[in-house]
């Protein structure tokens, strides 16, 4: 399957090594829409809305790779590090440019809040026993 890349992610795959840079292109090239329906790994395969669109993420190694399947194979959207602010703002609908915006945006807030009560809640239950 043809491999293409968004001028954003071709600037994050230069960045690569040569040998990276193959092996990332043989993997997202022999990846199939089947394989996200119903995923044992969903750490490693994930589905997202942006809109119309439906992304698709790939786990290799430290980066995500968010593309979709096309008529032409696959085109790779965005390269994010794993457990980075970017990758977590793409994720959740956020700009990660815009670091006000989700400073001080509602949502950003009661996420980490219920996130919290969540936490909160386990390690009492855990002291208790």
Not at 112 to 124: A, F, M, P, Q, Y
Request: proline share 2%; glycine share 8%; aromatic share 10%.
């Amino acid at each position: 399957m043809q491999v293409n890349f968004s001028e954003r992610s071709m600037a994050e795959i230069r960045r690569l090594g040569p040998e990276e840079q193959v092996q990332i292109i043989g993997i997202l090239g022999d990846l199939r829409a089947d394989q996200f329906r119903d995923s044992a790994d969903p750490e490693r395969f994930g589905k997202l809305r942006r809109g119309k669109k439906t992304l698709y993420r790939v786990r290799i190694g430290d980066l995500r790779f968010y593309f979709e399947f096309t008529d032409d194979g696959v085109t790779c959207r965005h390269i994010l590090q794993k457990h980075s602010f970017e990758d977590f703002c793409f994720r959740c609908g956020f700009s990660a440019s815009d670091d006000g915006r989700a400073e001080n945006g509602d949502h950003l807030w009661r996420f980490l809040e219920e996130r919290d009560d969540k936490h909160d809640g386990h390690n009492s239950e855990e002291s208790e026993l």
